[in-house]
């Protein structure tokens, strides 16, 4: 199956995370991110928690020109954009938890010391 469709799990991601973002709202048109939406989603949690996801989400949307150059380089049957978004928004979360939250794993403290795990 991998030699007839070499990319079938890397389409499975990208489709997948490209359909919640826009069944979800955030993800509308080509491109266009709807951070009132994303905000709406997470009213259910604490303001730190609120805060930490704006600054992510704040911090991605400027990458945003530099994530649609990398996701041009992919031939998927979705658009990669909003996995590389994700991917962005995790990271970022990572970058801006909260101490009370904050897990001091070999992987969170590698990412907090400037380390950026590999992504699509």
């Not at 990319?7 to 499975?12: I, K």
């Not at 990458?63 to 995790?90: D, S, Y």
Request: charged residues 30%; contains cysteine.
């Amino acid at each position: 199956m991998d030699a007839k469709y070499p990319d079938a799990p890397l389409d499975s991601a990208v489709c997948a995370i490209d359909c919640t973002y826009r069944e979800m709202g955030i993800l509308t048109g080509e491109d266009e991110i709807n951070e009132e939406m994303i905000s709406a989603n997470h009213e259910v949690y604490d303001a730190t928690y609120q805060e930490a996801i704006a600054k992510a989400v704040g911090a991605c949307v400027a990458k945003k020109a530099k994530m649609l150059e990398e996701a041009a380089m992919f031939k998927t049957e979705c658009n990669p954009f909003a996995l590389k978004f994700h991917g962005c928004i995790a990271l970022e979360s990572m970058r801006h938890c909260p101490e009370e939250r904050w897990d001091s794993s070999p992987l969170c403290e590698k990412v907090r010391a400037g380390a950026t795990p590999c992504m699509v």
